[in-house]
């Protein structure tokens, strides 16, 4: 089996669409049907299903979707581990991460890595946390910088750079910021604005609300911590924001209840044999975990 045809099937697999994996690798439709072709004339068996336009794995391209992925990775492993040989922090390195950490955490971290190592590309994917972990699970990131999941999976180093406080926020004209410190319990008998069912902000949320056998109302959901600020100060419901993204148009409620905060930081699978740009990029993490650590707090915010 040759490497691009691997390719090829791993990209009509996630996008279930032949154009969409063309667009991905930048082929024509039908050189990636030709590479489709090609593999399942190696291994002897139909890898898809084309009925109505909808596209789906066979019996057999449920068989060969891990091994394609762990055979792609070792591939991609050996180019590393030689490629280190030379010490040069060049190429390219994968990095997935949330918008908004990438909006708010990375940009001046961005800025000294890209000016000490100018020979790297690289290959930002804005992707919502959990969805980069399973790409780092499945070996499609080198790299994560996300907030971290409460219970992080056993496969993946996991280290947390950042602290982001959530505070409860309202409209300013919202029946909630009337009260001076309200409870739980009011939060509870109001519509909320959160993240989505599958974020590890919402359960945080929901987890708190649940210890104190509260449950939440949720009406809107979006992943886009910026759209939910809109949806807040336009008075749909309550949030909790980062502070940094809370200004006027917000109204911070003084819960009667200890500060929620979500973990942000890097993760990489154990397995997996780490660029010399990757392991520049996380050294340049760990220095800012470092510093923070020791109170200096002028770095990034």
């Given at each position: 089996?040759?490497?691009?045809?691997?390719?090829a099937?791993?990209?009509?697999?996630?996008?279930?669409?032949?154009?969409?994996?063309?667009e991905?690798?930048?082929?024509?439709?039908?050189?990636?049907?030709?590479?489709?072709?090609?593999?399942?004339?190696?291994i002897?068996?139909?890898?898809?299903?084309?009925?109505?336009?909808?596209?789906?794995l066979?019996?057999?391209?449920?068989?060969?979707?891990?091994?394609a992925?762990?055979?792609?990775?070792?591939?991609?492993?050996?180019?590393?581990?030689?490629?280190?040989?030379?010490?040069?922090?060049?190429?390219?390195?994968?990095m997935?991460?949330?918008?908004?950490?990438?909006?708010?955490?990375?940009?001046?971290?961005?800025?000294?890595?890209?000016?000490?190592?100018?020979?790297?590309?690289?290959?930002m994917?804005?992707?919502?946390?959990?969805?980069?972990?399973?790409?780092?699970?499945?070996?499609?990131?080198?790299?994560?910088?996300?907030t971290?999941?409460?219970?992080?999976?056993?496969?993946?180093?996991?280290?947390?750079?950042?602290?982001?406080?959530?505070?409860?926020?309202?409209?300013?004209?919202?029946?909630?910021?009337?009260?001076?410190?309200?409870?739980?319990?009011?939060?509870?008998?109001?519509?909320?604005?959160?993240?989505?069912?599958?974020?590890?902000?919402?359960?945080?949320?929901?987890?708190?609300?649940?210890?104190?056998?509260?449950?939440?109302?949720?009406?809107?959901?979006?992943?886009?911590?910026?759209?939910?600020k809109?949806?807040?100060?336009?008075?749909?419901?309550?949030?909790?924001?980062?502070?940094?993204?809370?200004?006027?148009?917000?109204?911070?409620?003084?819960?009667?209840?200890?500060?929620?905060?979500?973990?942000?930081?890097?993760?990489?699978?154990t397995?997996?044999?780490?660029?010399?740009?990757?392991?520049?990029?996380?050294?340049?993490?760990?220095?800012?975990?470092t510093?923070?650590?020791h109170?200096?707090?002028?770095?990034?915010?």
């Amino acid at each position: 089996m040759d490497t691009q045809s691997l390719q090829a099937f791993l990209a009509v697999a996630d996008h279930g669409s032949f154009s969409l994996a063309g667009e991905q690798l930048h082929l024509t439709q039908p050189a990636v049907s030709k590479r489709i072709a090609s593999l399942e004339d190696q291994i002897g068996a139909r890898l898809f299903d084309r009925i109505n336009r909808r596209v789906s794995l066979t019996e057999a391209g449920h068989l060969l979707l891990p091994r394609a992925r762990q055979i792609l990775v070792m591939v991609d492993d050996s180019r590393r581990a030689l490629s280190n040989l030379s010490g040069d922090v060049a190429g390219s390195l994968t990095m997935g991460t949330s918008h908004h950490i990438g909006l708010h955490r990375l940009p001046p971290l961005l800025k000294r890595y890209t000016r000490a190592h100018p020979g790297v590309r690289l290959d930002m994917r804005f992707l919502d946390s959990e969805q980069a972990y399973q790409e780092v699970l499945d070996g499609g990131l080198e790299i994560a910088v996300v907030t971290l999941a409460p219970v992080p999976d056993p496969q993946l180093t996991v280290v947390p750079v950042w602290v982001d406080r959530l505070r409860f926020v309202c409209a300013p004209d919202h029946p909630l910021a009337q009260g001076a410190t309200p409870p739980l319990t009011a939060l509870s008998a109001h519509d909320a604005v959160l993240p989505g069912p599958q974020t590890f902000t919402r359960g945080i949320v929901v987890d708190t609300f649940a210890r104190d056998g509260l449950a939440v109302k949720v009406a809107l959901s979006t992943n886009y911590l910026e759209t939910l600020k809109m949806m807040v100060s336009i008075g749909l419901g309550w949030s909790v924001l980062p502070e940094s993204l809370i200004d006027d148009n917000l109204h911070v409620l003084d819960i009667e209840h200890l500060p929620i905060e979500r973990p942000l930081g890097y993760l990489v699978h154990t397995s997996r044999t780490l660029s010399n740009a990757a392991r520049s990029m996380l050294a340049l993490l760990d220095s800012e975990r470092t510093a923070l650590s020791h109170g200096d707090t002028d770095r990034t915010s």
